[in-house]
């Protein structure tokens, strides 16, 4: 998927910079990863620039909804870790050295340059290794697209498997290709599925459902994802961009806080009671009152206009 955004990227001497585009357009981000020839695998440098894109759309005033998508045929082939850990070191935040990849796999073609679990990058694994890699890392990354406080679109043009399908799965709305396919591939390599994966699937279509995907890794089409209820709406690929453009352009133009109060409520919901539930939903409603965006929707409506809504 080539987007307009990315054509106006503003270039930057950081090489990351050329493998996670980003611009700003009509209130809306854009995210897009572009490592087209290695189907969009991440690197932990990429994983790093995609946490602070989605931590700066939510500070940011002046964005107001996000999408993610990626260039060429693949949406994101899931985790690449053939650059080591990330350029800025152990206070990056992220993991280090003898970090694995879940050995992604698509096709049946690998990703060029990737190792397998059990080939370490560096060093000699020890007991904590692995778990703090997936905290530090995949985990870290599912959890910023999950805590944007602005809504994320996914716009998945090709295949998205492992961490790649989890990135999209995780956003708020999640348009496909109808040329895409989603992968649990974690069993092909005999691992046990990370970045959220467990947590994010089950309550989306059940643990029955999670568990025939996951058990079996089969590749999933736009359609079926469609039917499972994986995905919000399959389009002709060439209609994938001006669909998600359409999408974000709507949210940005909708009230910025409500709809983040919002998704706050709804990804709480399903780890919760009714009682805590009840409770978060009022408590976000008084400090949703207390916005310009919610006196201008009240006073729209009295006056029976159409709200102009600023995202404050």
């Excluded at 998508?69 to 280090?96: K, N, S, V």
């Excluded at 059990?118 to 692995?130: C, I, L, S, T």
């Excluded at 496909?176 to 467990?198: C, H, Q, T």
Aim: glycine share 10%; hydrophobic share 40%; charged share 20%.
């Amino acid at each position: 998927m080539t987007s307009s955004p990315e054509k106006s990227a503003a270039k930057s001497a950081d090489p990351v910079d050329s493998l996670v585009l980003h611009a700003t357009d009509n209130h809306v981000s854009w995210i897009t990863l572009n490592r087209p020839e290695a189907l969009n695998a991440i690197t932990p440098d990429q994983r790093e620039r995609l946490i602070q894109h989605l931590s700066h759309a939510s500070c940011d005033p002046g964005v107001r909804a996000v999408v993610i998508t990626a260039t060429g045929r693949g949406f994101c082939a899931g985790a690449d870790l053939r650059g080591g850990p990330p350029t800025g070191g152990p206070q990056a935040g992220g993991p280090q050295a003898g970090e694995q990849v879940a050995g992604e796999q698509v096709a049946g073609e690998r990703v060029a340059g990737e190792q397998v679990a059990g080939e370490q990058v560096a060093g000699e694994r020890v007991a904590g290794d692995v778990a703090r890699m997936i905290r530090l890392g995949a985990q870290r990354l599912i959890g910023a697209v999950l805590d944007c406080e602005k809504p994320v679109i996914a716009a998945v043009n090709g295949t998205a498997a492992g961490l790649g399908a989890h990135l999209a799965l995780a956003c708020d709305l999640v348009l496909a290709a109808d040329s895409a396919k989603f992968i649990e591939v974690f069993v092909r390599r005999g691992l046990v599925p990370d970045g959220g994966g467990a947590y994010l699937l089950p309550r989306l279509i059940g643990p029955q459902r999670t568990k025939e995907l996951m058990f079996f890794g089969d590749a999933l089409t736009a359609a079926d994802a469609a039917r499972l209820g994986l995905v919000n709406r399959v389009v002709p690929a060439d209609d994938l961009e001006k669909t998600a453009r359409d999408w974000a352009e709507r949210l940005a133009t909708g009230p910025t806080r409500a709809l983040a109060l919002t998704k706050q409520l709804v990804n709480a919901s399903l780890d919760t009671d009714r009682t805590t539930a009840f409770a978060a939903e009022a408590a976000a409603q008084e400090i949703n009152m207390t916005t310009t965006d919610a006196n201008e929707g009240v006073a729209a409506f009295t006056e029976r206009r159409t709200p102009h809504y600023r995202g404050r």
